[in-house]
């Protein structure tokens, strides 16, 4: 899979895109991420990538001439043709805090595509034009504001690219993770099996197979229960499930 990713400050990425398992990946060409700096295509001497806002206000706003020149050469996409078809197939995602808010489904969905491109706002914003005739989607990581896209944009491509085959040195490891299954991810626990007198619970020790399938799945549910509550009326449960999550609802009421 290859991201490109377009910003003003491509000297944050390498940090995180250098270690671990992204390092491992790109090292193995299971992973492509390409980062463009958007100063590259901009026409003047100065490389001015904002301006002062139409209308007056506070803060500068990013100018579409090379935001659409560095996505269209990238991608080569003839500008005189509308829709831009090269660029049909391929999300080209603005990380903003106005976008649908991220979560693993989106992860999934994205992960299905062979390119996508994520663009990195700064300032106060972007020129309007980039959204309405460029960008093709608009993702946020939360109900709140950061500096800038970049941070998002690396949370997008960790998460995205640990779904693709092999990236994960466990190839069940994606299915587990909280959120993944629809269910909050179950307790781990590692040597030693005590540690300052607290001790893993004996059914993981057990190498019962399918008791300890049964205290994860249990687990999960609880874990669901207790912190995300709203997780369980969108997942679909078994009888089994079902039982245990009523078994739960008595505790919660006498420690209330």
Same mark, same amino acid.
């Given at each position: 899979?290859?991201?490109?990713?377009?910003?003003?400050?491509?000297?944050?990425?390498?940090?995180?895109? %250098?270690?671990?398992?992204?390092? /491992?990946?790109?090292?193995?060409?299971?992973?492509?991420?390409?980062?463009?700096?958007?100063?590259?295509?901009?026409?003047?001497?100065?490389?001015?990538? %904002?301006?002062?806002?139409?209308?007056? &206000?506070?803060?500068?706003?990013?100018?579409?001439?090379?935001?659409? #020149?560095?996505?269209?050469?990238?991608?080569?996409?003839?500008?005189?043709?509308?829709?831009?078809? =090269?660029?049909?197939?391929?999300?080209?995602?603005?990380?903003? =805090?106005?976008?649908?808010?991220?979560?693993?489904?989106?992860?999934? #969905?994205?992960?299905?595509?062979? /390119?996508?491109?994520?663009?990195? &706002? /700064?300032?106060?914003?972007?020129?309007?034009?980039?959204?309405?005739?460029? *960008?093709? %989607?608009?993702?946020?990581?939360?109900?709140? *504001?950061?500096?800038?896209?970049?941070?998002?944009?690396?949370?997008?491509?960790?998460?995205?690219?640990?779904?693709?085959?092999? *990236?994960?040195?466990?190839?069940?490891?994606?299915?587990?993770?909280?959120?993944?299954?629809?269910?909050?991810?179950? =307790?781990?626990?590692? /040597?030693?099996?005590?540690?300052?007198?607290?001790?893993?619970?004996? *059914?993981?020790?057990?190498? %019962?197979?399918?008791?300890?399938?049964?205290?994860?799945?249990?687990?999960?549910?609880?874990?669901?229960?207790?912190?995300?509550?709203?997780?369980?009326?969108?997942?679909?449960?078994?009888?089994?499930?079902?039982?245990?999550?009523?078994?739960?609802?008595?505790?919660?009421?006498?420690?209330?």
């Amino acid at each position: 899979m290859q991201f490109e990713v377009f910003t003003l400050l491509p000297e944050i990425f390498p940090p995180y895109l %250098d270690s671990s398992i992204l390092k /491992r990946a790109r090292e193995r060409n299971l992973i492509n991420i390409r980062v463009h700096n958007i100063r590259d295509y901009t026409r003047d001497k100065h490389h001015t990538t %904002d301006d002062n806002p139409f209308g007056g &206000g506070g803060g500068m706003v990013m100018k579409p001439e090379p935001v659409f #020149e560095a996505i269209e050469t990238v991608l080569e996409i003839d500008a005189s043709q509308t829709p831009p078809v =090269p660029a049909s197939n391929i999300p080209i995602i603005l990380l903003t =805090p106005q976008g649908r808010v991220f979560n693993q489904s989106i992860a999934q #969905e994205l992960s299905q595509y062979p /390119r996508i491109v994520l663009l990195c &706002g /700064r300032y106060e914003g972007i020129d309007e034009r980039i959204r309405e005739h460029l *960008v093709t %989607d608009e993702i946020s990581i939360g109900d709140y *504001v950061l500096t800038g896209g970049e941070l998002p944009a690396l949370i997008l491509i960790d998460a995205i690219a640990r779904l693709l085959p092999d *990236v994960l040195g466990d190839p069940t490891g994606a299915q587990d993770d909280s959120h993944a299954s629809g269910l909050l991810e179950y =307790p781990h626990y590692t /040597r030693p099996p005590e540690f300052r007198g607290w001790k893993a619970p004996d *059914v993981l020790l057990s190498g %019962d197979h399918a008791k300890i399938e049964k205290w994860r799945r249990e687990q999960s549910l609880l874990r669901t229960f207790n912190k995300r509550p709203d997780m369980l009326e969108k997942f679909e449960l078994t009888k089994k499930d079902l039982k245990f999550i009523e078994s739960l609802k008595p505790q919660e009421k006498s420690e209330k």
